[in-house]
């Protein structure tokens, strides 16, 4: 500290120096001077960065005096106070074994989860499943509202099914087999993953939860953010999974799309059985 | 009317009529279990048929176009001309998926109805002399229906079969030493290669069928000489045929089944969806989709692969990889078995002797032992090959799954075995007729291990027994005619004979050493004379036709065209023919 500050440094205190002593003179001050003006100086310099933080940053003190939420995000506070406050905790700040939290998974993430039914889990288990909302349309926007609120995120673009109106198809099909395929299934049926995980059917999953999927990657799912693939891109993919779900299979019955596991289950019990009783007809057993 | 006139003119010029007749009263057993291998020719009967269609419209080039076709999800896309065809035939060509899916489903049944065939053959012992000639064959025919079954599939290059050709790729690969030359070989290059796919085609559709066409043929021609083997029971020996001549009674059964595999073939392919190849997408080495499975009758080396842990060995400096033992060494190892039980079995149990009559499976407790421990191995790949779907379907942890599988192939199949042996012995001891009738004595008596060694090779001695007897009467008309007797049975000759003597050695051939009695003629229409020639005559003239043929092979030289062989109805003296017994010429 003592020994040749740097130039910057100097010119710096001499700066100071001249505002508080207008004559300019070099005068060696004594150590207990310097150190006392040096400790005021910290305080000042504390009490200022605290303050501005005060003011600016998004206040802790004042959220919880006057929530600044809208009406359907008040709602959904509501909503998550009765049913999502034991696992993800008050303010969705997560309880530790039990939920994450949910600051900054935003809107798209809670309309999936929610819409699909995964949330409110019935227990805690590898993977939430798929099962019948718990909550209308209206109450899961009103949850989405409050977290979104709460805790900013990816949201869902407007209207998503009027995305596909200009989609190109078989360049999803595309994109579907490079990036879906190797967990979802050429067919869309899912597949296994590690350790009792799995990737669920997409049978029934609508082009609004298979877009909310793509942009927030819920559980063992990888997040195709924008810069992976474009809204674009994603419309495209949804356009060929529609299309999946919508083929009727011209060859006829489709053996649940699992490839030739079933096709080989099928040929025994079916044609070999049938051509077995065939055979005992015919030849019976003289 | 024409035809009997065509036929006259055929017969004056090739002289089918002696060789027609003598098939035509060919006898075959009837068991609904020696329609195995009936279906298997069949279902390739469908598969030529469907196949040939299906070439007309398919394109075996990697050559990428744009797709542009039925398949509006696909409108767009670039695919190899391969792919592109493989999906016209299902949306463009008028009924090009119904024969592609019979093609696929008719692929399926003719493999399954070859192991069926071949576990027939293996467990009533019809594999025993003289007939590991056609054991052989049946093998070698087996590892070619694999054969041509993969390369099938693997033809329309969409992305499963895709996925496939990769794996075969680095399973030539493991190979020690060879693998990489192999490979470059096989696939020409380093895969994926636009070679291959003209590879596979010309050997699907030209010359593993061809092999298959002339296997077939010696398959058959051999069934036709040997005879076919029947089941034991009453009145079947070692030296005759009890059943249905060839023309009407088994003529009609034949056809009728394959009517029945054609029907199954088609109503599957119209009604089931297989392979269907626009979903799964054309190839690219950059994708991967799951599950992804072969068809079944290569599973199992799938499911080989998939259990077995990834252990390299380094055997005299040189690495073997892991994969190579699951590949290509358990179906080396499971092959060479196969082609050499026949062998085997005749040195375990120094059984040497011709062998026309079945064993029943119970009178080889040990056989179905070995038998119920391949089922079982290979039944655990097959489940073992779909353990991504199992575990999808039930929840249970793939890694979880496939500790189990690795257990249970270590253990079923040899639980199996144990099981099949104690049951058979029991089974063998017992006097009920199936599984159901036994009692705990005779599973108490099943526990004692089978010792009894096979009579090496002679014929149960020739004292007559006292509940048969043959009976031979004159008919109205002249002709002579016999049955035989039995507890509670009875065989009619399906022939009438002109004398006595003819009638009589017809029936000590096929029954020798059972008694003879005249009778009366029973009721009934009697059968039409036989229209052959007189004895005498024939065998003039077949000694005529052997003396020829003997001098003209002892000039060496192909002889005049007009050479006289043998007129027909000439032919050497092979009596007494083929009768409804069958009384073959046989030592």
């Given at each position: 500290m003592t020994s040749s500050p740097p130039a910057g440094a100097g010119r710096h205190r001499g700066l100071l120096a001249r505002l508080r002593r207008p004559t300019g003179a070099p005068r060696r001050r004594s150590r207990a001077r310097r150190r006392l003006n040096a400790g005021i100086r910290l305080v000042a310099a504390l009490v200022l960065a605290g303050g501005a933080y005060a003011a600016f940053a998004p206040g802790i003190s004042s959220a919880e005096d006057t929530p600044q939420l809208s009406t359907a995000a008040k709602e959904g506070k509501a909503l998550f106070d009765k049913s999502c406050i034991s696992c993800h905790g008050p303010n969705a700040q997560g309880v530790t074994d039990r939920g994450p939290s949910l600051l900054g998974v935003g809107s798209a993430a809670v309309e999936f989860q929610v819409a699909t039914g995964r949330m409110p889990m019935a227990r805690q288990e590898a993977q939430a499943e798929r099962k019948?909302?718990?909550?209308n349309d209206d109450q899961t926007r009103q949850l989405a509202a409050y977290i979104q609120e709460l805790g900013g995120g990816p949201q869902l673009p407007g209207d998503v099914p009027a995305m596909l109106a200009g989609a190109n198809t078989s360049k999803g099909g595309e994109l579907y087999r490079i990036n879906c395929a190797s967990c979802h299934g050429f067919g869309g049926g899912g597949g296994a993953l590690s350790s009792g995980k799995f990737a669920p059917s997409l049978m029934p999953a609508s082009p609004a939860q298979i877009y909310g999927a793509m942009l927030t990657g819920p559980q063992n799912m990888p997040v195709f953010g924008d810069n992976q693939l474009s809204p674009q891109e994603k419309a495209d993919v949804i356009s060929y999974v529609v299309t999946l779900q919508q083929q009727k299979d011209p060859g006829g019955f489709n053996l649940g799309r699992f490839g030739p596991v079933t096709e080989g289950l099928a040929i025994f019990l079916v044609g070999m059985v049938a051509l077995i009783f065939t055979a005992l007809w015919i030849a019976g057993k003289s | 009317m024409i035809t009997r006139r065509l036929y006259r003119s055929l017969d004056e010029r090739v002289g089918s009529t002696p060789l027609l007749r003598k098939s035509l009263v060919k006898v075959f057993p009837d068991h609904w279990t020696f329609m195995f291998g009936e279906i298997a020719l069949y279902s390739f009967v469908t598969l030529v048929l469907t196949g040939v269609f299906l070439t007309l419209f398919f394109e075996p080039s990697t050559a990428e176009q744009v797709y542009r076709g039925g398949y509006e999800a696909l409108s767009g896309s670039r695919v190899s001309s391969a792919f592109a065809s493989t999906v016209a035939l299902s949306y463009d060509v008028r009924a090009g998926l119904l024969f592609r899916q019979a093609h696929h489903w008719s692929a399926l049944l003719f493999v399954a109805a070859i192991v069926l065939h071949l576990s027939r053959i293996f467990f009533t012992g019809a594999f025993r002399r003289p007939r590991e000639i056609n054991w052989v064959v049946g093998v070698t025919m087996l590892a070619l229906a694999l054969l041509n079954g993969f390369t099938g599939y693997s033809m329309p290059d969409d992305l499963l079969s895709g996925i496939g050709l990769r794996i075969i790729y680095s399973v030539v690969l493991s190979i020690p030493v060879a693998g990489s030359w192999l490979a470059m070989l096989l696939f020409g290059g380093e895969f994926p290669t636009a070679q291959l796919l003209p590879r596979l085609y010309i050997s699907h559709v030209l010359l593993v069928p061809a092999a298959f066409a002339a296997l077939i043929s010696v398959h058959l021609v051999i069934i036709v000489v040997q005879k076919h083997t029947q089941f034991p029971g009453p009145g079947r020996r070692d030296r005759n045929v009890v059943g249905s001549r060839f023309w009407p009674a088994y003529t009609l059964r034949s056809v009728s089944l394959l009517l029945g595999v054609l029907a199954v073939a088609f109503a599957l392919g119209g009604l089931v969806q297989i392979n269907p190849i626009w979903i799964y997408g054309p190839f690219n080495p950059a994708k991967a989709t799951s599950p992804a499975q072969p068809d079944w009758y290569v599973a199992w080396g799938d499911g080989a692969l998939r259990l077995f842990p990834p252990a390299d060995f380094r055997i005299f400096g040189r690495l073997v990889p892991s994969p190579f033992w699951p590949s290509v060494g358990l179906g080396t190892i499971t092959f060479l078995l196969l082609y050499a039980w026949p062998w085997l079995e005749r040195w375990r149990t120094g059984d040497r002797a011709f062998h026309h009559v079945l064993e029943r499976p119970r009178e080889r407790p040990g056989r179905v032992a070995v038998g119920a421990y391949a089922l079982t191995f290979f039944a655990v790949l097959l489940v073992a090959a779909a353990d991504d779907i199992i575990a999808r379907l039930t929840r249970v942890p793939v890694t979880a799954l496939v500790t189990a599988l690795r257990i249970a192939i270590l253990v079923l199949p040899v639980a199996a075995a144990v099981i099949a042996y104690l049951i058979t012995n029991a089974l063998r001891r017992s006097t009920g007729s199936g599984v159901t009738e036994l009692t705990r004595e005779d599973m108490r008596a099943g526990l004692t291990p089978h010792r009894a060694r096979h009579p090496a090779g002679r014929e149960p001695p020739l004292v007559p027994p006292p509940d048969q007897v043959v009976q031979m009467w004159r008919n109205p008309a002249g002709t002579w005619r016999w049955r035989w007797r039995g507890p509670g049975e009875e065989l009619l000759s399906n022939e009438a004979y002109l004398s006595r003597d003819e009638a009589l050695t017809a029936a000590r051939v096929a029954f020798a050493g059972v008694r003879l009695e005249q009778v009366r003629p029973p009721a009934g229409v009697p059968l039409p004379p036989p229209r052959h020639r007189h004895p005498a005559a024939t065998r003039a003239a077949g000694v005529t036709g052997w003396l020829a043929l003997f001098l003209l092979g002892r000039r060496r030289r192909p002889g005049p065209p007009d050479g006289p062989p043998a007129e027909p109805g000439e032919e050497p003296p092979e009596d007494p023919g083929e009768r409804a017994r069958e009384p073959a010429a046989r030592e």
């Open positions: 019948p909302p718990v909550f | -």
